[in-house]
Structure formats: C-alpha cells, structure tokens
C-alpha cells in the first residue's frame, strides 16, 4: 500500500502563485511516473502535468509556462509550481503516482485532494 500526502492548496489572488506537494511513502519498488491532476466543479478530472522517472515532462496546454512539475526520486515526492494563476485554475488538484509493488505489480494512486482557489 501507499500513502500520499499532499499540501500546498489554499486561496490565492489572480496572478500569484502557489506550490503543491505531493510526497509517496510505502511499500513501493519503484515509481515510474508521478503527476498532478485537477477537478472543477461540474467538470472531468484532467490531467494538469506528469513527469517520468527520467525527468521529462508534459503540460496541459492551459498551464503551459505557467506551472511548473518537477520530483525528487530520493524522496519520493512531486511539486507543482503554480505561477500566474487564473481563476480558470480553481479547481481540486489530486496528486497521482505510477509506481510498482515489491512483488512486481503496477499500481496507480491517488492523494486525496487539495483545494486551490483562485479569487479576488
């Protein structure tokens, strides 16, 4: 099993920033990729940005250049540097991590949630 902790969310005015952290902790092997998603009210859950364990990285095109996701394998933790915020952005933002068991299965889990709202 794994647990993830994440932190970070809060209230925060059109144009500024905020920082996410999502840290694994477990009986885990390895992790492959680890990533942030997001939920508005009334939407489906979308991806925001993923990293591989190699360090490459993909972006939903609205927070490209904005947000930033960036790991630390040794630590096992993911942030999510949320720069020039939107109220477009509020949404709950779930953290989600790829990763396999010590007896070789692969897994998917998620956090459970942190609430970012943007508002003036």
């Known amino acids: 099993q794994v647990q993830l902790v994440e932190s970070g969310g809060g209230l925060v005015q059109p144009g500024g920033s905020l920082r996410l952290s999502c840290a694994a902790s477990?009986?885990?092997?390895?992790?492959?990729?680890m990533g942030w998603y997001r939920q508005a009210p009334g939407k489906q859950r979308e991806l925001v940005a993923v990293i591989s364990s190699q360090g490459s990285t993909n972006y939903a095109d609205s927070v490209k250049g904005r947000f930033t996701i960036s790991r630390d394998s040794a630590k096992n933790t993911v942030n999510l540097q949320m720069n020039s915020l939107k109220p477009d952005d509020t949404a709950v933002y779930y953290c989600n991590v790829d990763w396999y068991r010590i007896d070789g299965r692969r897994s998917y889990s998620w956090g459970q949630g942190t609430q970012v709202t943007v508002s003036s």
């Open positions: 477990g009986s885990i092997f390895s992790i492959n990729a």
